[in-house]
């Protein structure tokens, strides 16, 4: 059974920085494809930002601000996000893949997911 659990979030004020972790066991980092949502209240859930293998996608709202990566050793995921603005209030969510993989930010692609972490970025 894969476990998805996220670590990470918290508040922070606009302008301020978060680092989001994500481990997904027992998935092997050669052959995975995970990627991060978001659902902010009263709207749906939204691909954040994808990774497999080299490649990397964002949303259009996130480009530049934020960074996803992994680390193979520790085949943890992360989300560096910089430059937050109250927008990106959400519950952020890991999702993981390792079966038909590719790099993209629909959230039916994924069969594993973590319980969400809340990101508060206020004014």
């Known amino acids: 059974q894969v476990q998805v659990v996220e670590s990470g979030g918290g508040s922070v004020q606009a302008g301020g920085s978060l680092r989001l972790s994500c481990s997904a066991s027992p998935i092997s980092y050669d052959n995975s494809c995970m990627a991060w949502f978001r659902q902010a209240p009263g709207k749906e859930r939204e691909g954040v930002a994808s990774i497999f293998m080299s490649k990397t996608m964002y949303a259009a709202s996130v480009k530049g601000r934020f960074t996803i990566s992994r680390d193979p050793a520790e085949n943890t995921l992360y989300l560096q996000m910089n430059n937050l603005n109250p927008e990106d209030t959400a519950i952020y969510y890991c999702?993981?893949?390792?079966?038909?993989?590719?790099?993209?930010?629909?959230?039916?692609?994924?069969?594993?997911w973590g319980q969400g972490t809340q990101v508060t970025v206020s004014s």
């Open positions: 999702a993981a893949e390792y079966i038909q993989c590719r790099t993209t930010l629909m959230a039916d692609e994924y069969t594993y």
